[in-house]
């Protein structure tokens, strides 16, 4: 079993930025990658950032990239998401989740674990 426990969501003006951050615990040893996905209402969960253990390989959906920056500092479990001129349209609940594939994936249905989701509204 793996958890994950994601922190750093609120509420924040159009312009601004918030870091998230994932910490992972209990059997992060098969933990290939792990990405960030987000879920609006109405929306399917939709992809917005991962990144390989192995050698910090980054993926950013095309809406969020020069934007936002997904990082692993040398503590292995835990991952950053920091997000940078923030708009409305990326207002959701982000979740993150981890992977036991070498191949980092987009889709929601590769990642075997997920954390509870932490919130993000941006006002305009």
């Known amino acids: 079993q793996v958890q994950l426990v994601e922190s750093g969501g609120g509420l924040v003006q159009a312009g601004g930025s918030l870091r998230l951050s994932c910490t992972a615990s209990g059997r992060t040893g098969s933990r290939y990658s792990m990405g960030w996905f987000r879920q609006a209402p109405g929306k399917e969960r939709e992809f917005v950032a991962a990144i390989r253990w192995s050698d910090g390989d980054t993926y950013y959906a095309d809406s969020v990239k020069g934007r936002f920056t997904i990082s692993r500092p040398n503590a292995k479990n835990t991952v950053y998401l920091q997000m940078n001129s923030l708009k409305p349209e990326d207002t959701a609940a982000y979740y993150c989740?981890?992977?036991?594939?070498?191949?980092?994936?987009?889709?929601?249905?590769?990642?075997?674990?997920w954390g509870q989701g932490t919130q993000v509204t941006v006002s305009s």
């Open positions: 989740a981890t992977s036991r594939s070498l191949v980092v994936h987009t889709t929601p249905k590769a990642y075997d674990y």
